[in-house]
């Protein structure tokens, strides 16, 4: 397909703009699919690597899906603004070695402390199994279940009045295992975590280039905007909130591949970028 010199396409570089096509080709498949009966989602998104709908390829296709129309506008939007000047520094070649070790060092990071997660997750559902409390449920439902149906919530208050009840704590330990399994297949969809790599690049190779946010619309260096996301995903990752969906463990992964690559490639001459 050929682009016109003077369009929005055709001024991309090369990788850019094939990322950017295809993620929206995936992005419109996936809807178009779903209305088939077809979920396209369960297959390529990645899975926490216990379930029974992992594969290993997820760690590079889950990049490629998204979970709404917001999603996928802003990180093609990110990788636009950043990207573009990244591959056209590098060229093609390195900048998509970049992205993809960046988008798969996130997946890694973020479905190793889920395994991690679950793993002490699954200690805890073994616990109550063998002594069963209304105590420690309410526990178990509170720190995996942002907005409990209202069956849930009559259950533990049935449960809380009459603990010794064999079919409450039955039903209890079903309920336990039902959010081990929520939590166990809990796709992961973007590709955030290869975007925030691509900033992360962006602030070392031009840390003193002046950027324009959208909100607040305030002028801002590129080092600063760096350090200011991966701070916020970091204590957003070790202070996590009830009903947050955002993978803030896979934003920091790509961050700290991408780090870690390009001083990597310094140290081999051949990474040419300028020093905080």
Do not use: C
Request: aromatic residues 14%; charged residues 10%.
């Amino acid at each position: 397909m050929q682009f016109n010199r003077g369009s929005i396409l055709g001024n991309l570089p090369p990788v850019i703009k094939n990322l950017l096509i295809i993620n929206v080709l995936v992005f419109v498949a996936d809807y178009i699919l779903q209305k088939m009966g077809i979920d396209l989602t369960n297959m390529l998104a990645l899975h926490n690597i216990a379930s029974p709908h992992f594969m290993p390829f997820q760690f590079v296709t889950y990049m490629f899906m998204h979970g709404g129309i917001g999603h996928i506008f802003f990180n093609m939007f990110a990788l636009v603004v950043f990207g573009r000047m990244l591959e056209t520094v590098w060229g093609p070649k390195r900048f998509l070695i970049y992205y993809f070790v960046t988008g798969i060092g996130a997946a890694g990071l973020h479905s190793f402390v889920n395994y991690l997660s679950l793993s002490d997750l699954q200690a805890q559902i073994i616990a109550f199994t063998n002594t069963p409390s209304p105590e420690t449920l309410l526990s178990l439902v509170r720190d995996n279940i942002s907005h409990p149906a209202a069956w849930v919530n009559d259950f533990l208050s049935a449960y809380s009045v009459n603990p010794n009840n064999a079919s409450h704590i039955n039903k209890g330990i079903q309920l336990a295992n039902d959010i081990y399994a929520f939590q166990l297949n809990i796709p992961t969809v973007g590709a955030s975590g290869a975007v925030f790599g691509v900033l992360l690049a962006f602030g070392m190779l031009f840390p003193n280039m002046q950027l324009m946010l959208l909100f607040p619309p305030i002028p801002i260096k590129a080092k600063y905007l760096v350090i200011i996301y991966g701070g916020i995903e970091f204590f957003a990752a070790i202070l996590p909130q009830q009903g947050d969906n955002v993978a803030h463990l896979a934003h920091l992964g790509g961050m700290i591949f991408g780090f870690l690559l390009i001083k990597y490639w310094n140290s081999k001459g051949f990474g040419n970028y300028q020093q905080f």
